[in-house]
């Protein structure tokens, strides 16, 4: 009787004791630097944003918090892909955004990762909305005004993007579909944001869709004149452009997003923890004063929250890939 005790004890334990011990080294959590990948190009409110991010979790946790920026492209990739095949202990992270865990899913063929299968999310970190932007030149001064434009005027007006599948290129399709126009897309390279910049303000291009840290110097100067944001609602920064809800109340806008996630089977204290550091972080006021002018809207959701936004992610997107019929190269 006593040895049944003892295994009875010791099977019990060794249930128990895991996650005490989860729970324990979540709150000693780090003991060593931590990494977080960045898939995103230099320059842009994403990498600024990652950049106070890891700053200010620096100072916090005690310990250095490095950005190894891989940029975009085959460099990216890998990198995620390292992220993906790491040990799920916390001090491997990757900060990306809808190309990096969405949009590659339906352009690509073979990917060497699966987001739904190789990552915790750990935090949907911050959003910044896109503004519906045109050449001066451009004779309407309302989303409908283009509308009817556009409609008298097939294949007249060009939009741009950075590429076929890009978050520019998803906008442009969709609204197309949303409002039976024929606007000629022009697809840049990945790289090439300055190029369209140039092309836009010479008038060679018509239509842009732009964050508004990519946008807000230009405004003041009249090179271009924006429509529209496309959001639920008005933005702070700019309330008097409309939002684009107001003149097409069923049209539902894609908007940038960032945020951080880690490897698979990342223990869940580990992922709360991480989760609260980051919300922390992107909300104290230092990071706050950094980030605002550029639009950036501070979310720092939870792991359970972020997960969820990912499948409808995946799934709103995908329905648009299928409509279009973007197939995966």
Do not use: C
Not at 26 to 36: E, G, H, L, V
Not at 111 to 118: A, E, G, I, N, R
């Amino acid at each position: 009787m006593k040895k049944l005790r003892g295994r009875l004890f010791l099977s019990v334990a060794a249930v128990a004791v895991p996650g005490i011990f989860s729970s324990v080294s979540a709150q000693s959590f780090p003991t060593k630097p931590i990494t977080i990948i960045s898939a995103v190009p230099t320059g842009g409110g994403g990498d600024t944003a990652v950049r106070v991010l890891a700053a200010k979790m620096s100072t916090v946790l005690g310990k250095t918090v490095l950005v190894d920026t891989r940029g975009s492209g085959g460099a990216s990739v890998a990198g995620v892909a390292l992220v993906a095949h790491s040990a799920p202990d916390g001090y491997s992270l990757v900060w990306g955004t809808s190309g990096t865990f969405v949009t590659s899913k339906f352009l690509f063929r073979t990917m060497p990762y699966d987001t739904l299968k190789d990552f915790t999310p750990i935090s949907l970190s911050i959003t910044q909305p896109s503004f519906f932007v045109a050449h001066p030149s451009v004779p309407a001064n309302t989303i409908r005004e283009l509308i009817d434009y556009a409609r008298a005027n097939p294949g007249k007006l060009t939009y741009v993007s950075l590429g076929v599948g890009s978050i520019h290129n998803l906008i442009g399709e969709s609204f197309k579909q949303a409002t039976g126009t024929d606007i000629l897309h022009v697809p840049y390279s990945a790289s090439g944001l300055s190029q369209v910049w140039a092309d836009l303000i010479a008038g060679r291009v018509q239509l842009f869709f732009p964050s508004y840290a990519n946008l807000r110097q230009l405004l003041p100067e009249k090179k271009v004149k924006a429509l529209a944001v496309l959001a639920e609602s008005r933005y702070k920064h700019e309330p008097g452009v409309p939002s684009i809800k107001e003149a097409l109340p069923d049209y539902q806008p894609l908007t940038s997003w960032w945020g951080v996630l880690a490897p698979a089977n990342l223990p869940k204290p580990l992922a709360e923890r991480l989760s609260t550091e980051i919300r922390n972080a992107l909300n104290d006021p230092d990071s706050v004063s950094k980030l605002d002018p550029l639009g950036i809207v501070n979310v720092g959701s939870t792991p359970e929250k972020f997960a969820a936004f990912l499948k409808e992610e995946i799934d709103f997107v995908g329905g648009i890939a299928g409509r279009l019929g973007i197939k995966p190269e």
